[in-house]
């Protein structure tokens, strides 16, 4: 198989979520001498984009998003060493979780899955973070952004917590937010600078902003 060839089949692995033809197409692409960086940008990531689009059409719903990721993250172990000697330029690097009090986590995972997909190395907090949390990892870590997800009414007000005491620690990054209960008008009235929707939408919107710096 060609080069080109090779890499349209791994973006259709994981447009199909093919796991073990994912995994096979990236040993046969580091073996006919392709980089790593490569095979993820232009193989793994151009399907994740193209699952992102499908998505925002309705065309592909949570499982179909659930096994691409899956088809992704099995190929990545294949790349991993390769990349580790190279890794590849990164859109930037968000801290992500959900915040106090909330142990929803489906939701904030897509979001994490179309951001690495997009590009960006994701950092997960997990669920149940704190407002300290947040704002020790996004200052350790040099965070871009931080992404956080609320699924209940009685928790998304701790998000404005979150984004006073970022600011208070002198934080410059984005700061998105979404979740069921959360909305755009609810986003501005506690001073984050991104709302989304849906997990695609919030990898686009986040990518277009930094993008715009
Ligand atoms: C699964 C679920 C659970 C599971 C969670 C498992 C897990 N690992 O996440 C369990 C059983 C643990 C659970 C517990 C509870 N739950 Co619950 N749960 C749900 C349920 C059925 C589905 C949520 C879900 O995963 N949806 C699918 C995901 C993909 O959607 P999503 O999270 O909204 O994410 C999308 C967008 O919102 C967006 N998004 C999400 N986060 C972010 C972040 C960013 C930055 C961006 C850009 C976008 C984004 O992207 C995603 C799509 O692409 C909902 C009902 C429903 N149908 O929504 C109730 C629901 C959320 N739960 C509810 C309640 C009340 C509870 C409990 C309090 C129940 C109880 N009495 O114990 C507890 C609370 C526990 C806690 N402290 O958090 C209520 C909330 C009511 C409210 N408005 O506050 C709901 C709405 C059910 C209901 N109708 O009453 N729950």
New binding site residues.
Partial sequence: MTEAGILEKLREAVLNGKRKDAANLCEEGLKAGLAGKDLLTQGLLAGMEEVGRR?RCEEYF?PEVLVAARAMQTAMEVLREDLARNPPTQVGRVI?GTVS????????N??AIMLTGAGFEVIDLGIDVSPSRFVSAALERQADAV???A?????MVNMKEVVAELRKAGFQGRI???????TQEFAEKIGADL????????AEKLKASLRAA
């Fill in positions: 998505m949570i992500i009090g909330d142990l929803h986590d489906i939701g904030k897509l979001v992404a956080m997800s699924l209940l009414t009685t928790t998105m937010i979404g979740g069921a209960p959360v709302f989304a929707g849906d997990a695609s939408e919030g």
